[in-house]
């Protein structure tokens, strides 16, 4: 089993930028694909960015596309999601999930199998 853990969250102002972690124990997390979705009050989780085992495949929402790049460094057994332009709109607690499908694009929640506790993002206008 993998447990991911996030951080990095935070309050910042609109135009500013944040870099969530998502680390996990084990040797096997660098077997996994890993994804971020968010989550805003009210609403739907949405899925945000993707990336696969070997970190040769990524993929976008078309509302982060250009200022969010997903990257993962497998010696530290650790993905990351760096943004930026941060807009007010992309206030919610983000999640990092991992998904046994390795080496595509994996944008449905249902097929990812271990899910964070979330960190929580505030973008002040």
């Known amino acids: 089993q993998v447990q991911p853990v996030e951080s990095g969250g935070g309050l910042v102002q609109a135009g500013g930028s944040l870099r969530l972690s998502c680390a996990a124990s084990?040797?096997?997390?660098?077997?996994?694909?890993v994804g971020w979705f968010r989550q805003a009050p009210g609403k739907e989780r949405e899925f945000v960015a993707c990336?696969?085992?070997?970190?040769?495949?990524?993929s976008y929402a078309d509302s982060v596309k250009g200022r969010f790049t997903i990257s993962r460094d497998n010696t530290k057994n650790t993905v990351y999601l760096q943004m930026n332009s941060l807009k007010p709109e992309d206030t919610a607690v983000y999640y990092c999930?991992?998904?046994?499908?390795?080496?595509?694009?994996?944008?449905?929640?249902?097929?990812?199998?271990?899910w964070g506790q979330g960190t929580q993002v505030t973008v002040s206008s």
């Open positions: 990336i696969s085992r070997s970190g040769g495949i990524t």
């Open positions: 999930a991992v998904t046994h499908f390795a080496e595509t694009v994996v944008a449905r929640r249902q097929e990812y199998d271990y």
């Open positions: 084990g040797r096997t997390f660098r077997s996994y694909g």
